[in-house]
């Protein structure tokens, strides 16, 4: 079974779109969803609402998983504006206002074809989003209450006679426009239902927009009951949760109600209908996720089965309020007779998040599911089922929010619209002579008795930016001159100063985003955004590169002189599968055999001379040899021809000649700093790289880690994937590539020198003069360290068996282990980097302090109350 996207949505504004690591063919994923790309919110802003809706329904098969090109985002936060996203850019797409006043809620009907707005006033306004649009098409009758929410009922099939008739008048048509009509007039919207705030729901005929039948809830004191969530199923059962904490069923028909129970201790806000329509879920403020299940009552020979729903299981997974639920397969209300089939072997996995910033996974199987076994995808346990699975949660670690400064010791984070910078001091050890920093004045206010500075951080620097988007990245240069912060739309550059007391004082660079400007085309549809994804500095802080925001550009610049300059714009990210203006670029038929082959093209020589050689800076590249790289980016833009991507991988050797770039169809080039100029491109792989690291002592040397916790290391001087590499990537431990979080950052064990050992069998031992110590390689996740050692060497016996250096493999029986060590005692952790030999910066923010920030969750004594 593949699984879809999951977008959520955050209280800042953000969404996450997350992929799902497993492959078409793979039942279970250690990983699950993985952030994959991050959508800025507009500052200040919040998501309330979340809606994926299909952009072309007639070109998805019954079975089909949409992928992200198929599908339209819409979200809303609270006022009155609804926001389509652009899930390729990043950025807003188009916004449409309600026309009523706040959005409470928001939903698809069935066919993809149109949205319902729940709206402050009182109103039902529908949208139509059929054919890749978004206009008003009409408007309910009001009422005297807010529609907290909404759902649809199951389409109807339209009367046979007038299908028939239309079939007629389009036999002349193509076959393709007829299938389209037949599925037009198949189906039609019949009603819909809301809930309010004035204790009561309301069915609702789409055909006149009136409302049909008004049903009751109860009422406590006299106080009104605000239904918060209703659902309806393929047979026309409505489902509703208000604040009194009941889950009651009504019959559309009668729109009478057929149970009721007192499922919740408050408010139910949220609520997911299992994909065969047989489960409903409901959560809210009191944390429990409550399980109702159509259960079977009777059954006799000559009449059918009778059932009813029953209240089976509840679990608490959340520590705070849930506010959002969503199952996989999603659940479509369709009539009986034409209920979808789902793979029965594989369990759904129910969705919950809340105000406790974790997102929670549960798998959600039924017990009636006995005919074969039931796989649990999130492989957390044997069991499947809802109330014995294990759940597991997903890291709210927001990649990038945090980086280091080796040589200045300095550690920056940043949040919505500031910048933090701290300094880390460095741990003194006892010395007879006081440090000529500290005054004699300073050293008797303190005490001549105290212990000397056992090391520690403080705040340097505060920052509030102007931003019109919330931060999507910044960094800061390794020596702590230079620091860059960037939204959505402008990156700002600032040249940083230290006082004598300690304290930095920034000094914006204000032609910076001029400058940048000036070296993005312009195009006819998006504005120009000098905004970036992706920052990183030189080591000796000379130059600066960038990968832009929404036109997928990588910018060189020069930080040395005077002026700044952008030194080389280079737009091989755009390259649409390798071809532009209808032409196969040179060198790129090798280069695209490479790719297909992905990990068997591991040879080098794909890409070797007859790739794409850049020439310097002065010199026009011989792409074309008759066009300038600016000419041809200008007419990609003009004629739309060129791919926008996410860059958001960058990764420079620590002897600054080597720059590597990946983006988000999976696609890494390598560009040579010295000379300014296109090296070469990597195969393509299964997955988009999550990280990128240069190894400091061998610094051609390069790692990328995937997201599935699977890493490939590649060779840029020589353009081959070395022995040594294959070995280490097959020889990882199942702790590693099992973990059930995904790898967000590596670092390489900063030894002084390279072995001579290592460069002379290439074998990967990379150890001292010596021989006694072992380089390693660090990765960290959110909930781990882990530690790899990089000396290729097999035990046996507790003996060591050093690899050959023509790489020949030992026999199977004689490799047992590689030195590895997991640590798990840091969570969730933001950053993780080497500031010296032997000295390793973690940065976390324990759950416990951001709960603390949190009003009081919900809580009811049960036993000594009086």
Not at 109 to 117: E, F, G, K, Q, V
Not at 242 to 265: E, I, N, P
Request: with cysteine; hydrophobic share 35%.
């Amino acid at each position: 079974m593949k699984f879809g996207l999951l977008a959520v949505g955050h209280a800042n504004g953000n969404i996450d779109i997350c992929e799902w690591m497993g492959g078409e063919r793979e039942q279970q994923c250690s990983q699950a969803w993985v952030v994959r790309k991050i959508l800025p919110g507009p500052y200040p802003s919040k998501v309330d609402s979340l809606a994926f809706v299909i952009r072309h329904p007639e070109d998805l098969g019954p079975d089909d998983v949409p992928e992200q090109s198929d599908l339209r985002l819409f979200s809303s936060g609270g006022g009155s504006e609804l926001i389509e996203w652009d899930l390729e850019r990043g950025c807003i797409r188009k916004t449409i206002s309600s026309q009523g006043g706040s959005i409470w809620s928001v939903a698809v009907n069935p066919s993809s074809t149109s949205l319902a707005l729940g709206c402050e006033d009182g109103t039902v306004r529908i949208l139509s989003v059929a054919n890749d649009t978004l206009t008003h098409s009409r408007r309910f009758d009001r009422v005297k209450c807010r529609m907290l929410s909404i759902a649809w009922g199951p389409p109807m099939p339209r009367h046979p006679a007038a299908s028939s008739q239309k079939t007629a008048q389009t036999q002349t048509a193509t076959e393709e426009s007829s299938d389209d009509d037949g599925e037009e007039d198949e189906w039609t919207d019949s009603w819909l239902v809301t809930g309010g705030s004035d204790s009561s729901l309301r069915k609702w005929d789409v055909a006149t927009g009136r409302v049909v039948e008004r049903m009751g809830v109860d009422k406590l004191r006299g106080e009104r009951t605000l239904v918060w969530t209703v659902g309806a199923l393929g047979d026309g059962t409505i489902i509703s949760g208000d604040s009194l904490g009941m889950v009651k069923f009504w019959d559309s028909r009668t729109c009478t109600q057929l149970y009721s129970f007192q499922a919740h201790g408050a408010d139910v806000l949220c609520m997911a209908i299992s994909p065969e329509g047989k489960a409903v879920y409901t959560s809210g403020v009191d944390q429990k996720t409550v399980q109702f299940s159509l259960v079977k009552t009777s059954s006799t020979e000559k009449g059918p089965a009778s059932s009813r729903w029953t209240q089976t299981t509840s679990r608490r997974m959340h520590s705070h309020d849930v506010r959002a639920l969503a199952i996989w397969p999603p659940y479509t209300p369709l009539p009986p007779a034409h209920k979808r089939a789902f793979p029965i072997d594989v369990a759904p996995v129910l969705a919950s998040g809340g105000l406790d910033m974790s997102v929670v996974l549960t798998p959600a199987a039924l017990p009636t599911s006995t005919v074969v076994k039931v796989m649990n995808p999130l492989d957390t346990s044997v069991e499947a089922t809802f109330e014995d699975s294990y759940h597991r949660k997903l890291a709210y670690v927001s990649r990038g929010a945090v980086r280091a400064a080796k040589t200045a010791r300095l550690v920056s984070c940043a949040r919505e619209a500031g910048l933090s910078i701290w300094c880390i001091r460095k741990k003194l050890v006892e010395q007879e002579e006081p440090q000529p920093q500290v005054s004699p004045e300073a050293i008797d206010l303190d005490g001549v008795d105290e212990q000397p500075f056992a090391g520690g951080w403080e705040k340097v620097l505060e920052m509030d930016l102007n931003v019109h988007s919330n931060i999507v990245a910044h960094e800061i240069s390794d020596d702590g001159r230079w620091l860059v912060v960037s939204d959505l739309y402008e990156s700002k550059l600032f040249s940083l100063h230290t006082d004598d007391k300690g304290l930095i004082n920034p000094k914006r660079i204000k032609d910076f985003s001029a400058i940048l400007q000036s070296q993005i085309p312009t195009s006819n549809t998006h504005p120009v955004s000098t905004g970036g994804l992706t920052f990183r500095f030189t080591p000796d802080s000379s130059k600066l590169v960038m990968s832009t925001a929404m036109s997928s550009y990588i910018l060189i610049v020069d930080l040395t002189s005077e002026k700044l300059r952008v030194l080389r714009r280079f737009d091989h990210h755009r390259m649409q599968d390798s071809v532009v203006h209808d032409r196969v670029m040179k060198g790129r038929v090798a280069s695209r055999k490479g790719e297909l082959n992905g990990h068997a093209a591991v040879n080098g020589n794909a890409q070797g001379d007859e790739d794409v050689e850049m020439g310097d800076v002065d010199s026009p590249p011989p792409v074309d040899h008759s066009e300038d790289e600016g000419e041809q980016s200008e007419r990609e833009d003009v004629k739309s021809t060129a791919a926008v991507v996410s860059i958001d991988q960058i990764a420079i050797s620590t002897d600054g000649q080597w720059l590597a770039t990946s983006d988000s169809r999976a696609r890494t080039h390598v560009f040579n700093l010295d000379s300014i100029s296109h090296h070469t491109v990597l195969p393509s792989f299964h997955r988009p790289a999550q990280v990128l690291a240069f190894d400091p002592v061998h610094p051609s040397v390069l790692l990328l880690a995937f997201p599935d916790n699977t890493i490939q290391i590649y060779d840029v001087e020589t353009r081959q994937f070395p022995a040594w590499g294959k070995e280490l990537a097959s020889s990882l431990p199942k702790r590693f590539t099992n973990a059930h979080d995904t790898v967000l950052g590596a670092a390489f064990d900063p030894l002084p020198s390279p072995s001579p050992l290592w460069l002379a069998t290439g074998s990967g031992i990379a150890e001292d003069q010596d021989q006694t110590r072992t380089r390693y390689v660090l990765f960290w996740g959110a909930t781990w360290l882990y530690k790899v050692s990089l000396d290729t060497r097999v035990r046996t016996g507790g003996k060591k068996r050093r690899r050959d250096a023509a790489g020949l493999g030992l026999p199977d029986e004689g490799r047992q282990w590689r030195d590895s060590k997991m640590v798990t005692t840091y969570r969730p952790i933001l950053c993780c980097d080497f500031l010296a030999k032997d000295e390793l910066v973690v940065v976390e923010r324990p759950l416990v302090d951001v709960l603390l920030t949190l009003p009081p969750a919900y809580f009811k004594h049960k036993y000594g109350a009086s």
